[in-house]
C-alpha cells in the first residue's frame, strides 16, 4: 500500500513563495507519475500539474503555468511542487496524488492514491 504525506504549506503574503513536498512510504514510486491537485474553499478539486516517472514530461494547468514547478527526487521517493509569485486565488488545500492510470492527467478519478493535503492560504 502506497501512502503519500504533504508538507511545506502555510500561509504567505502574496508574491511570495512556498515549496510543497509530498513523501511516499510503502513502496518506491518510480515507475510512477505523480500530480498535484487543490481544492479552494467551497470549490472543487482541480488539476495543478504532473510528471512522468523521470520527470522529462511535465503537464501543467494554465492557471499555474510559468509560476509553479513540479519535480521529483525518486532516490527520496519524494515529489515537490515549488509555488513562486503566489496569488490570493491560489489558496486551497494542496493534495499529491500517484499512480496515475493513463487517460486525462488532469482527472481526479485516474490517480488511485491521495494524501491529506497541506493547507496553502495566500493573502492580499
Known amino acids: 500500500q502506497l501512502r503519500l504525506v504533504e508538507s511545506g504549506g502555510g500561509l504567505v503574503q502574496a508574491g511570495g513563495s512556498l515549496r510543497l513536498s509530498c513523501i511516499a512510504s510503502g513502496r518506491a514510486v518510480t515507475s510512477e507519475s505523480m500530480a498535484w491537485f487543490r481544492q479552494p474553499p467551497g470549490k472543487e478539486r482541480e488539476f495543478v500539474a504532473a510528471?512522468?516517472?523521470?520527470?522529462?514530461?511535465?503537464n501543467y494547468s494554465d492557471s499555474v503555468k510559468g509560476r509553479f514547478t513540479i519535480s521529483r527526487d525518486n532516490a527520496k521517493n519524494t515529489g515537490y511542487l515549488q509555488m513562486n509569485s503566489l496569488k490570493p486565488e491560489d489558496t486551497a488545500l494542496y493534495y499529491c496524488?500517484?499512480?496515475?492510470?493513463?487517460?486525462?492527467?488532469?482527472?481526479?478519478?485516474?490517480?488511485?492514491?491521495w494524501g491529506q493535503g497541506t493547507q496553502v492560504t495566500v493573502s492580499s
Open positions: 496524488a500517484a499512480h496515475w492510470r493513463g487517460s486525462s492527467w488532469s482527472s481526479v478519478s485516474r490517480y488511485d492514491y
Open positions: 510528471l512522468t516517472p523521470t520527470g522529462d514530461v511535465k
